[in-house]
């Protein structure tokens, strides 16, 4: 949805929740913009002021040691929140109104998750009465509990992957198969265990495929196996550090072709007309080449995998 359609009471309100997910050094989650709308203007912050009570940010940030998303109740819940931004505007839509502050608390309320009614509650207010005056606000009192969108698959952004118990069975045991008869002996040089980590994950891509999983069981798949290869072979090869990423090596090329432009000043012209993506085609095609040259070299360790 585009901006022109967002009031301005709702963008405020969002960045006031990622403005407090950052001060307490967390991602942003449906608290901080439950505390995002609660400290603007209008129906929906009037719903959520306590009187006399603790308010929303204290209730949140009651703890002063719990910073950080592995401590506190309220970090780790990124793809919450976009849930909760996906509901309003889709209530917003199907209204014909401009997604306003009253409609992400609804989508808030109705999420319900933990965090926000944890806050509601240290704060003394009623989560049915906070929503009534919201509905009231946007002209419907009577307003039913609004569907929500899907949420990001699991394991992606920081939704958590299903535990291994809930992976399909047939999927697990041929990943299975596969880590135990990974070409670890063939690995000669770091990029020889990139090479294989990619062979891995497409391999449980495509396994999927197969097998017609949803996207829960894909990715749950993928970040499973993914974790299981790379601890398999930092256990059998630790002498194998974890490559750098491609943004790190874009910069150490940077930071090196600057140190050639001070050396050469004369010659900046000439570099400067030099295609900048050429460095990254070039590079792309480079880890292609390489992966299949790998995944020849490897067939025979797969001979006799299952196919289920």
């Given at each position: 949805m585009a901006h022109d359609q967002m009031s301005g009471p709702y963008l405020e309100a969002i960045r006031r929740g990622f403005l407090l997910a950052r001060e307490l050094d967390q991602p942003c989650g449906p608290a901080h913009l439950l505390v995002g709308v609660a400290e603007g203007i209008g129906p929906a912050a009037t719903a959520l002021d306590p009187g006399q009570g603790r308010s929303l940010r204290?209730?949140?940030?009651?703890?002063?040691?719990?910073?950080?998303?592995?401590?506190?109740?309220?970090?780790?819940?990124?793809?919450?929140?976009?849930?909760?931004?996906?509901?309003?505007?889709?209530?917003?839509?199907s209204r014909g109104e401009q997604v306003d502050a009253e409609h992400l608390l609804i989508a808030l309320l109705d999420q319900g998750t933990a965090p926000v009614l944890q806050a509601l509650s240290s704060a003394g207010l009623d989560p049915g009465s906070v929503r009534q005056a919201a509905a009231t606000a946007i002209g419907d009192p009577g307003l039913p509990p609004i569907e929500l969108p899907a949420l990001t698959p699991a394991g992606t952004l920081d939704r958590a992957p299903?535990?291994?118990?809930?992976?399909?069975?047939?999927?697990?045991?041929?990943?299975?198969?596969?880590?135990?008869?990974?070409?670890?002996?063939?690995?000669?040089?770091?990029?020889?265990?990139?090479?294989?980590l990619h062979l891995e994950r497409d391999e449980a891509w495509r396994l999927a495929d197969r097998l017609a999983l949803d996207d829960d069981q894909r990715y749950s798949l993928i970040s499973h196996h993914a974790d299981e290869v790379a601890r398999r072979v930092e256990r059998a090869r630790p002498d194998f550090a974890t490559p750098p990423s491609p943004g790190d090596r874009a910069q150490a090329r940077a930071v090196a072709l600057s140190s050639r432009h001070r050396r050469r000043r004369g010659?900046?012209?000439?570099?400067?007309?030099?295609?900048?993506?050429?460095?990254?085609?070039?590079?792309?095609?480079?880890?292609v080449l390489r992966d299949r040259w790998f995944r020849l070299r490897t067939t025979s360790s797969y001979r006799g995998a299952p196919q289920p």
């Open positions: 204290a209730a949140v940030t009651a703890d002063p040691e719990a910073r950080g998303a592995g401590n506190s109740p309220y970090g780790g819940l990124g793809h919450l929140h976009m849930q909760a931004q996906g509901a309003a505007m889709a209530l917003g839509e299903l535990p291994i118990s809930d992976l399909d069975d047939r999927a697990w045991a041929a990943l299975g198969w596969r880590q135990d008869h990974l070409p670890i002996g063939r690995l000669r040089r770091p990029s020889d265990r990139e090479a294989l010659r900046t012209l000439r570099l400067r007309n030099v295609t900048v993506g050429w460095g990254v085609w070039f590079g792309n095609r480079r880890r």
